[in-house]
Structures are given as C-alpha cells and as structure tokens.
C-alpha cells in the first residue's frame, strides 16, 4: 500500500454533523504521541475518519450498484466507471484506484486510534475503539467483496491485504478470502461488547454492528448466525420500519429523523454540497430543475419487476420524464435489445395502435392484482410492453430517472449513503431462514416487507402460490426490489451462484465485446488490483 505513503496525513476535514457540535477546522499530521497523550485528538481522528467516508462513499456506489442489473446507462462515458459497469475491466480506473486508496486510508485513520487507546481505561476511549473497530471491518468487508471471489467459491482465494496497523511503511500482502472474514468478525465480535455510548445513527453502534454481523454471516452462509445477529437487531427495538405512505420520503430524511436507518454516511446540507449537486451520487441518476447529468436510468427488468403492482410505493423511486401526457406509449424492447414503442389509444382495458391502416389491438393477459400485462406482436415474436405517456428520450433510451439517491432535506441530489437499514436485516434474515427449510419465516418476513411497500394482499407469498420459483428466489427477488440502488444486487447475484442477466437496452451492450449476461465463476466479477500498486508494493498479486 505505497498509496499509504511514507508520510501519512490524517487528510482531516471535519465537516459539521448536523447532531453536534464539531470545529470545521483541519487536524493535519496528528502523530502517535499526541493520540496516546490526548483523548480529543483520538476523538478528532475518528471523526475525520467518518469524514473521508464521504469521498469513499462514491467510488463505493459505483463499483457495487453500476455492474448490477438494476441501471440502464444511456450513453458512452469516458468516466472509469464505465468499465466497471460493462464488466469490462481496466488495472488503471481511477474510480477502482480511489475505492482502494480511501479505503486504506479509513483503514490506517482507525488502527491509528486503536493503537493508540487502551481497552478499559475510560469509556470513552472504549467507545471509539469500538466504533473504529466496526469502520475498519466495514472497510475490509467492502474490499474483499470487491477484489476477492464470494466467501462461498472457497476460503483459500485470494483477498485483500489485511492491514492491522497504522505504519504507513508496513504493507502487507494480500490474504485469502477466509482470513479477511475472520478479521472482519473478530473486530466486530470483540466491538460488540464494549459500546458505552448511545449515539444517533451517523456514528458506529451496537446494533450496527449486529446488522453488519448478520450480513458477514450471510455472505458466508452461516444461517443460523445470520438470523441470530438479525434477531438482535429487530428484537433491539430501536427501529422500525417506515410506515408506506413515508416510505417514498426515505431519502429526502436526514439519517437522524429516519427510524429504519440503522447506519448511514452522513452529508450535511449544504456543507456537502457543491457544483449544484453534478458530482453527487444521485446526479448520474437524474436531472431535476437543471442539476445532474441523468444519463443512468432505470433498467427495464427492474421496471417490469417493480411496476408488477401500481400500488407499490418503491415505483415512486422512478420518476418517467413525460415530454405529452395526452400521448400515450406502449414500449418494448426488441431481439436487438433496442427500445421500440408504439402511440396507443385507451378503450376500456385494451389498448390499439394504428399501422398501415388499421387498427391492431395489443395482447393482454390478467396479472393477478385486478389489471393486465400488455404484449405486442411483431416480427420476432410477443413482447412484452410498458404503458407509459410519451417520454424524453436520450440515444434511444427513455427516461426513467431514479430518485433513490436525491432530495435529502430538499436539496436536489443530496443524499446519506445509507450502509445498513432495517429492512435489509429482515431480508437477510428472511435468506438465511430460506437455506435452512424454514420456508414459513422466510416468507413471512418477506411478506412484512412488500405489504409495507403497499403490495395488496393478493400479491403476498405463501407456499401455494410460488408458481415456479422456490422460496429463495422470491427472497432475492425482494431484496433486488427493496434495496435497489443501495450497493447489494450485484454481490447478492454471485454469492448465490447465480448469473447477472443483462441483456437489455443500456450502452453496456455497446461496442465490440458487450457482455449480456456474466456467470458468477467469470473472472470479470472481481475487480482487478489498482495497477499503480502492483508497481511499487512488492508481493503484491493481480487478480486473474
């Protein structure tokens, strides 16, 4: 890690957490002796060390949420972010190189505090040990899921290196998939029991780590764990679900005033907010009132899966771009994975189209909750459509913003990258319960989550109406629809064996190798090594 260079700066600038009272001031070159001889400069690291979360947290979206099957990007880029999402790897981005560096560096920030305190002395230093732990387990959890292979293709491959320490000139090499896990536990299994402190949800706690612990395990498949540390979260009581007329408000709160966050990256308003929101993570996703590039859309697989039931608030989270609201489009997508439409006219339930004369009437068939699935027939067969109104349109891609990201505290493309919520801890408790045959739990907790999302009765689960899917896949359906946008899909994909399916419109079909669909054995899922580091950090290996 020659990147933790020779001279190693706690980079620090503390910016205003809206819950305190914080000096805005840099703290440069804070040394050992003055972390060992101070509990305010310990305390004035970790904060600053929260901080740089911030700068990783954009290279953390990217490279987790971009090569899922949720986004449709509607144009080519020069941004490296761009070989990431096609999967067609480069060993010099510099969103990979960035993702690498800052974690390193909140890595090195926390051991130089947990060097520096000693367990027991007070509870405050015990309490910022805990909480640097928990950051440098979530860091190296993040890097081995990104450079190494899923826990479950075996132990022995190659991970990351584990850095323990806060000496810029140690750099180790890296270590196998099954160590880094056993790292990442023993920091959180060691943290849990020395919390001394409640603190909102913009700082490490207790049931941030069971929520972290419920995830490790899950990765691992120990489901009994996974539903242990899931248990403790839900059975903690400290948060709830947010009911589902809020639950299109989730991020417009600040992390603060949100019951279901149990974790998040905070950005303060304003203080975090420069260039009109263009470099922000929600301003790929959409441009609103002038800010944001809105060039990353929606995919249509996620659009058909969430726009199943009108009813179901997360829809809300898509915003179309209507250019005519008295145009109505029937979209499809053709064998090419081009989008294709058709102007339609209502009458009743069905839905015409004029060509060459006459008037052709679309397919339909009931889906279940009181309205239609609509299908064109053309030359390459049915296909399927999506009834919209007439939509602006980008290189052949309409419009269909993601508000996911956006709107915090009414600022435009502001947002709180939220790292782990309550509803992902019942779904991770809902997979573990569906590897171990208790398909009822399984069900019943994903049931809590789609009737919260305003599904109606009808479209709940049980063992009688699964049709052809198993219980595990309706589970990672419901994770793919619940926690879209929020940096899981693509490591929920491989982890369980399966393969990402993206033949659908999106410039990653662009050019003369796109990749329609990737096995969870293909190289191409694990991010090579930042080239820069191989150069000068000896032993250091390239990922295959």
Known sequence: MKNLKNTYWIGIMVMALSACN??????????????????????????????????????????????????????????????????????NGSTVAGFWKNSYYIIVGANKVIEALSEGASDKDDQLLVENYYIRSLMHFQLVNLFGSPYVQGRENEGVPLKLDGDHLEHPVRSTVGEVYDQILADLLKSEKLFTEEKT????????????????????????????????????????????????????????????????????????????????????YANIDGSGWGEMYASRPYLELVREYPMDQRYQFIRPVVLDEEVTWALY????????????????????????GQQITLDKTANGNGGFNYFIQTEEGAKKVLIDHKLDVRNGYPKY???????????????????????????????????????????????????????????????????????????LEERQLELAYEGHRKID????????????????????????????????????????????????TQNP
């Open 201 to 284: 949800n913009i700082y490490a706690s207790k049931e941030a780590v069971w929520a972290l612990l419920s995830r490790v395990y899950l990765y691992q498949e120990n489901n009994e764990k996974a539903v242990e540390y899931a248990n403790k979260v839900i059975d903690s009581g400290k948060f709830s679900l947010l009911p589902t007329e809020k639950l299109v408000d989730y991020p417009k709160m600040a992390p603060e005033n949100n019951s279901e966050t149990i974790f998040a990256i905070k950005f303060v308003k304003d203080a975090d907010y420069a260039n009109n929101g263009f470099y922000t993570i929600g301003s790929l």
């Open 401 to 475: 913003y993601v508000l996911k990201c956006s709107g915090q505290e009414e600022q435009t493309h502001l947002w709180s990258p939220v790292i782990s919520r309550l509803a992902e801890v019942y779904l991770n408790r809902a997979e573990a319960n569906a590897k171990l045959g208790n398909t009822g739990l399984a069900l019943q907790d994903v049931n809590l989550i789609r009737a919260r999302a305003g599904i109606p009765e009808s479209g709940l689960y049980s063992m009688d109406n699964l049709g052809d899917e198993t219980v595990l896949d309706v589970v």
């Open 493 to 540: 994909v491989f982890r369980n064996n399966r393969t990402m399916d993206r033949a659908y419109p999106g410039t990653h079909l662009a050019g003369n190798s796109p990749v329609s669909s990737v096995s969870p054995n293909d190289n191409a899922i694990i991010e090579y090594l930042p080239e820069a580091q191989l150069l000068v950090h000896d032993g250091l």
């Open 333 to 356: 997508v053709d064998n090419a994975n081009k989008y294709n439409w058709k102007v339609v006219s209502k009458n009743g339930d069905d839905y015409t189209y004029e060509e060459e």
């Open 22 to 91: 914080i000096d805005r001031n840099p703290y440069d070159s804070i040394t050992s002796d003055e972390l060992t001889n101070s509990e305010t400069s310990a305390e004035s690291v970790t904060l600053g060390t929260y901080s740089r979360m911030k700068a990783w947290s954009t290279d953390w979206h990217r490279l987790f949420e971009y090569p899922s099957d949720n986004v449709a990007l509607s144009g080519m880029t020069t941004n490296p972010f761009f070989f990431s999402y096609n999967y067609q790897r480069v060993p």
